[in-house]
């Protein structure tokens, strides 16, 4: 991927983009396509996808047959190649001792971010997402509605490519004809737990995935998304050629260097590199967003990681997309005469309102998938079905007020390298007969995860440490954490759901649950939003409803920072949508002088 060094940044940028995640990929392929030129900072390494991505690697060409470490908990193999809960070089702190009250911090440093390795699962928020609080008076309204984002939706998903089916469910918005995908067949455990799940009332039904299942329509969709923009069409049009169909037969964890999926790396950076208008420094770690005297964003601070050195470069705009923590930690820690408490934080919001998803699981063995046929059932790294939440209109008799999906595990893929068969049910088999016995409880396992929605509370936020710094100085973020008693109670409804769902099936719950404790600690499922909330006053928030800062005009947060709510929906979709109307915007405003 053509890259320019630090030192050569040296030119007056449109717009400098910080991350090259969604978000950021999202931004800069939208404005060079617009014809705006901008320079992308990247705190990781550049990666390859090509040729890096170890996805045809067997199991048992990688140590440990690729299983999991402490330092590579989603397996050796897995496309992340600097990151993780832990990263010697930039630490976090917690304000509290007690592990419930910790926020454990996922992060990937790498051209494309989390893009490289994430679930693919691209949900669009309903019209219920974005007013929580007009519904059950809890938590914070958007100041957009659906509407406004819903032409976005489809644009990300026509050029992403997601696979998926319309129900026409409560909140769980169609997309227009024609535009998702076929999906994927269910595998045989997602199509038994359909089967009872209709008996309890839960639809189970195709989950949304950025994977292709068929190569896009490169001859049309351009022309659809750039109407009357011969060049541009011409540029992603290629881009969406150089794509090709899922084969269905590799792990999406590792990456997919054929294109199949959606990586920030494969989709949204080579069209953008190719206007031109992209340059790219990695290893490029933000310091902080420098302000001039008339108040506006005026370039960025960075440390250049290959020689140590801070280096400054210039532009017109800048975009904040570093993933929710670093972008309130960069905002934070820019701190100036005019703005002494971080950049755009007159209303003392910034790091406030960080929200995660609510997370629980349940396993079960079901012995109606006992002794099944070895057949190919790899599918697409991941679900093929899911249950959107369906008990919007029982709130009330359930005692929390806002929803859960259930994503859902059952696969008779590839084994990995462990045991596959559980020391209590393998009683002692040796031989042929533990090969037996193997045999017939593989793919026999299913598990259940609660995918809910985190109200935000005053007690989830992030602040800097001043006591603590990272090896460039840069102070780390304290995190502060709660689960209120609202993600408890839906926990509880979730492991009894599952319970139910299990033995339905004529299934027995396997995994051992510990009361309280069930619910997943804050950041485990790694969908952190917040932190600089959008809002209709510069009072009660920190952006406006095109991602732009109320204090600073020319500054705009498209990664998950401005999200009031977390909608069960896992939030990427979303991220992209709004950061292509942020990207709209900008260059409207831009263009009108008005930044
Ligand atoms: C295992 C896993 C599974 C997931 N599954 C799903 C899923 O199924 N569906 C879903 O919607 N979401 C999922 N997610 C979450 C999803 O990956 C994120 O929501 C998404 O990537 C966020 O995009 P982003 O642009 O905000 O951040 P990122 O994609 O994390 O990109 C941020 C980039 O900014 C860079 N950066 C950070 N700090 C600085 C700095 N100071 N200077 C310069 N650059 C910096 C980082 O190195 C990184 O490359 C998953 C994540 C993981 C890890
Ligand atoms: S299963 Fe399909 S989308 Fe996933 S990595 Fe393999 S080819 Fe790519």
Not at 279 to 287: E, F, L, M, Y
Not at 412 to 434: E, F, Q, T, V
Not at 491 to 504: K, S, V
Request: net charge negative; hydrophobic share 35%.
């Amino acid at each position: 991927m053509p890259m320019i060094r630090a030192e050569d940044a040296t030119k007056d940028y449109d717009v400098i983009i910080v991350g090259s995640g969604a978000g950021g990929g999202q931004m800069a392929f939208t404005l060079t396509l617009a014809g705006i030129k901008c320079l992308m900072l990247e705190a990781g390494r550049g990666y390859d996808p090509v040729a890096e991505t170890p996805m045809f690697q067997r199991r048992d060409q990688a140590p440990l047959l690729g299983n999991s470490t402490p330092d590579k908990e989603f397996g050796f193999l897995d496309a992340t190649v600097d990151g993780g809960w832990q990263m010697p070089a930039e630490p976090y702190t917690q304000a509290s001792d007690k592990p419930e009250q910790q926020f454990w911090w996922w992060r990937a440093r790498m051209m494309g971010g989390r893009t490289n390795h994430w679930g693919r699962i691209s949900l669009r928020n309903g019209p219920y997402d974005f007013k929580p609080k007009s519904r059950d008076g809890l938590g914070l309204d958007w100041p957009v509605d659906y509407e406004d984002v819903e032409p976005y939706y489809t644009k990300v998903e026509q050029l992403i490519g997601v696979y998926g089916s319309n129900e026409g469910l409560e909140n769980t918005p169609n997309s227009p004809d024609g535009v998702l995908q076929p999906p994927p067949k269910a595998r045989a455990g997602e199509l038994l737990a359909q089967k009872h799940g209709k008996t309890l009332g839960i639809p189970i039904i195709p989950i949304h995935r950025a994977v292709l299942t068929q190569t896009l329509d490169a001859d049309r969709l351009p022309a659809v998304l750039f109407p009357g923009n011969a060049w541009a069409q011409k540029i992603v049009g290629d881009s969406m050629r150089a794509r090709a169909a899922c084969f269905w037969a590799t792990p999406c964890g590792r990456g997919c260097s054929t294109g199949a999926n959606y990586q920030s790396t494969t989709v949204h950076l080579p069209p953008a590199l190719a206007t031109g208008n992209l340059d790219i420094v990695a290893n490029a770690h933000v310091r902080e967003v420098l302000v001039g005297n008339n108040g506006k964003a005026r370039g960025v601070l960075f440390v250049d990681k290959t020689t140590g050195q801070d280096v400054q470069v210039n532009a017109n705009a800048v975009v904040l997309a570093a993933s929710s923590g670093e972008t309130v930690r960069i905002m934070l820690n820019s701190k100036s005469t005019l703005f002494p408490d971080g950049i755009a934080n007159g209303s003392g919001l910034v790091g406030k309102y960080i929200m995660d998803t609510v997370g629980t699981s349940l396993q079960g063995q079901i012995p109606a998938l006992e002794n099944l046929p070895p057949y190919n059932e790899d599918g697409a790294g991941g679900s093929h079905f899911y249950a959107p939440w369906w008990l919007y209109q029982q709130a009330q008799a359930l005692g929390f007020p806002r929803g859960y999906h259930i994503e859902m595990g059952a696969t008779r893929g590839m084994p990995g390298g462990g045991n596959p068969l559980p020391d209590d049910l393998g009683n002692g088999a040796y031989g042929s007969r533990y090969k037996q016995e193997a045999r017939r409880y593989y793919g026999s396992f299913m598990g259940f995860a609660c995918r809910g929605e985190m109200i935000p509370n005053d007690n989830c936020f992030a602040e800097l440490d001043n006591n603590v710094s990272d090896t460039w100085g840069i102070p780390v973020l304290k995190w502060h954490w709660q689960w209120a008693e609202h993600e408890q109670r839906m926990c509880d409804h979730a492991e009894l759901t599952f319970r139910e769902l299990i033995e339905t099936m004529g299934g027995t719950v396997r995994s051992v649950t510990n009361g309280r404790n069930r619910i997943e600690p804050g950041g485990k499922i790694i969908h952190e939003v917040g932190g600089a909330i959008m809002g209709t006053a510069a009072a009660t928030s920190v952006c406006n409803g095109y991602n732009q800062t109320w204090e600073v005009p020319n500054l705009f947060l498209v990664d998950g920072t401005p999200f009031p709510s977390n909608a069960d929906k896992n939030p990427t979709l979303t991220i992209m949508a709004l950061a292509w109307r942020a990207g709209d915007y900008l260059v409207d405003q831009s263009r009108r002088g008005l930044l």
